[in-house]
C-alpha cells in the first residue's frame, strides 16, 4: 500500500511538474514575443529617424552641388568675360597699329607731294638760271644745260636723301619699339626654371675598398662595364668617388645608374654586370620614350613620329652649357608659340618648328654634320613640312630663313639661352674669350679700341676715320667676322659692329 501511494505521489509530482514546465514556456513565450514586438517597434522608429537622416543628408548634398555648379557657372562666365576683354584689346592694338600704318602712308604720300613740288621749283629754276647764263656766260647752251643739270641733280639727291633717312628713322624706331614690345611680353609670361646640370657624372662609393671590387681580377669586372655601356671609367686618388665620361649623354647615364646598383648591391662580377646594364637600359629607353611623349603631349602637338619623339626624349640626358637641351626645346617652342601669336604668324608652326630645332642633338649617329644639319635631314625624311625644315637649318643662320616662322624660332631660340642663369661656363674660358675677341680686332691697322660685349655676342671696334674709309670698314667687318669664325669656338653667332664718326669741334666767342 505504502509504494501504491508513493507511485501516486511520482505520479502526481511528474504530472504537476510538466503543468508547470508548460505554463513557465508559455509565459516565457509570451513575454519573448512583447519583446520582439517591441523590438520591431524600436526598429521602425529608427529606421524612420534614419530615412529622415538621409532624406536630410541627401537634401543637403544636393544644396552642396547645386551651389558648387552655380560658383563654377559664374567662374566661366568670368573667364569667358576676361577671355572677351583680351580679345576686344587685342582688337583695338590691332587697329591702333593698323592706323599708326595709314599715318605712315599718310606721311609717305606727303613727301612724294613735297618732293615733286620740289622738282617742279627745280625745273623752273633751271629755266631762269639757263636764261642768265645764255646771257651772261661765254658758253654753248649745251654745256651750260649740263652744268645746270649736274648742279640740280646734286640738290635734289641730297634734298631726296634727307626725306627718305628721315622717313627711314621714323620707321626704325617704331619698328623696334614694336619688337622690343612683343618681346618683352613674351619673357614676362615665360617662367621656367633654371638648370643645374653637369656634363661629367660621378659615383659615391661607401669606401675606396670599394675600387678594387670595381676594378676586379686583372681589371675584368672595369673592362665588362666599359665594354657594355661604351663609357670610361676613371678611377683615380679621389676618395671614396669614380668619375664617369662619355660623349654620349644615354651611355653615361647607363652606366652611372648600372655602377650605382652594382656597388648598393655588392655583387660585382661580369654576369652581374652584364645583367644590371641590360635592366638599366631598358628603364633608360622607358625613360626617353616617357619624356618624349609627355613633352609632346603637354606642348599640344599632334601627328609626331614614334623616332621623332624618341628623339625629343633623348634630349632629356643632353646638357648645353650647363642647360638641359629638351628644357630648352620647350621653352623656345613656348616662346615662339608666343611671339607667333602677337605678331599674326602661324603659333602652331611656330611652336612645332621651335620644338623641334635642337632635333639633331638627340639623333643617334656618327656624321660630322652639326646639330642644325642633321636635325633638318632628320625631320625631312620623316615628312615634316618644308617650313620647320628650313626653320631648324636656320636657327644658326646655316641658310637663309624663308618664313616669319623661322626667324621667330632664332629669336625665341636666343632669349632661352641668353637669359641670366641660362647656361654657364667657366670664368677663365669666358674671360679668355673676351680677351681672344678683342685681340683679333686691335690687330687690324686703323682700329683704335674694341670692346667685347653682352657676354661676348657682339663685338664694337672704334675706327680711325681719317685712316679708314666707309668701303674699307665693311670689308674689315667682314674679314674680322671671318677670322673669329676660324680662329675661336663659341656658341650661337658674334656680331661684329665698326663705329666710324666724325667729330668738329668750335666755339663761338
Not at 675600387?211 to 672595369?222: A, D, F, L, S, V
Not at 631648324?392 to 629669336?411: F, G, M, R, T
Not at 641670366?420 to 686691335?442: C, V
Request: charged share 35%.
Amino acid at each position: 500500500m505504502k509504494e501504491l501511494i508513493y507511485l501516486l505521489l511520482v505520479v502526481l509530482g511528474a504530472v504537476f511538474g510538466f503543468i508547470g514546465r508548460w505554463l513557465y514556456s508559455k509565459f516565457k513565450l509570451t513575454s519573448v514575443e512583447q519583446k520582439a514586438r517591441r523590438l520591431d517597434a524600436d526598429a521602425v522608429k529608427e529606421a524612420e529617424a534614419k530615412s529622415k537622416e538621409l532624406i536630410l543628408e541627401t537634401r543637403d548634398q544636393l544644396l552642396k552641388e547645386q551651389q558648387q555648379v552655380e560658383r563654377e557657372a559664374r567662374e566661366r562666365r568670368s573667364e569667358l568675360q576676361r577671355s572677351e576683354r583680351r580679345i576686344l584689346q587685342k582688337e583695338e592694338n590691332a587697329e591702333r597699329k593698323l592706323a599708326e600704318l595709314d599715318t605712315i602712308k599718310n606721311q609717305l604720300e606727303d613727301r612724294k607731294k613735297v618732293i615733286e613740288k620740289t622738282e617742279l621749283e627745280l625745273e623752273k629754276r633751271e629755266s631762269s638760271v639757263m636764261m642768265e647764263l645764255e646771257k651772261i656766260a661765254s658758253m654753248s647752251q649745251d654745256e651750260a644745260k649740263e652744268l645746270i643739270i649736274e648742279q640740280m641733280q646734286k640738290e635734289a639727291k641730297r634734298d631726296a636723301q634727307t626725306v627718305i633717312n628721315k622717313i627711314e628713322q621714323e620707321a626704325q624706331l617704331k619698328a623696334d619699339k614694336l619688337a622690343r614690345d612683343i618681346i618683352l611680353t613674351s619673357i614676362q609670361r615665360m617662367a621656367t626654371e633654371v638648370s643645374g646640370d653637369v656634363s661629367i657624372a660621378s659615383v659615391s662609393l661607401p669606401s675606396d675598398e670599394m675600387k678594387g671590387r670595381i676594378i676586379g681580377r686583372e681589371g675584368r669586372n672595369i673592362r665588362t662595364l666599359e665594354t657594355l655601356t661604351g663609357v670610361d671609367i676613371i678611377i683615380d686618388d679621389t676618395p671614396e668617388a669614380v668619375v664617369i665620361s662619355c660623349f654620349d649623354p644615354v651611355r653615361k647615364e647607363i652606366a652611372r645608374v648600372a655602377l650605382e646598383r652594382l656597388v648598393q648591391d655588392g655583387r660585382i662580377h661580369p654576369s652581374r654586370i652584364e645583367e644590371v646594364v641590360n635592366k638599366v637600359a631598358k628603364e633608360v629607353n622607358r625613360t626617353i620614350a616617357d619624356e618624349g611623349e609627355k613633352l609632346v603631349f603637354d606642348m599640344g602637338i599632334h601627328n609626331m613620329s614614334q623616332e621623332m619623339i624618341r628623339a625629343l626624349g633623348r634630349l632629356y640626358f643632353r646638357t648645353s652649357y650647363g642647360q638641359n637641351v629638351l628644357s630648352h626645346s620647350r621653352e623656345v617652342a613656348v616662346l615662339s608659340g608666343m611671339i607667333a601669336s602677337e605678331v599674326g604668324a602661324d603659333p602652331e608652326v611656330a611652336k612645332r618648328a621651335g620644338l623641334l630645332h635642337d632635333i639633331g642633338k638627340g639623333i643617334e649617329t656618327e656624321s660630322d654634320a652639326n646639330h642644325a644639319e642633321l636635325g633638318a635631314e632628320h625631320a625631312k625624311r620623316l615628312g615634316e613640312d618644308a617650313i620647320i625644315v628650313n626653320a631648324i637649318l636656320a636657327h644658326h643662320n646655316d641658310v637663309e630663313p624663308k618664313s616669319p616662322e623661322a626667324i621667330i624660332v632664332q629669336i625665341a631660340d636666343a632669349i632661352s639661352a641668353a637669359r641670366p642663369g641660362a647656361r654657364r661656363e667657366t670664368l677663365d674660358n669666358y674671360i679668355k674669350r673676351l680677351e681672344s675677341l678683342e685681340n683679333i680686332a686691335e690687330s687690324f691697322e686703323g682700329v683704335e679700341k674694341a670692346f667685347a660685349v653682352q657676354a661676348g655676342r657682339e663685338l664694337r671696334i672704334l675706327v680711325n676715320n681719317t685712316s679708314v674709309s666707309d668701303d674699307e670698314a665693311k670689308d674689315m667687318a667682314k674679314d674680322i667676322a671671318s677670322r673669329i669664325e676660324a680662329e675661336l669656338r663659341y656658341p650661337g653667332r658674334i656680331k661684329v659692329t665698326i663705329i666710324r664718326e666724325m667729330r668738329v669741334v668750335e666755339y663761338a666767342r
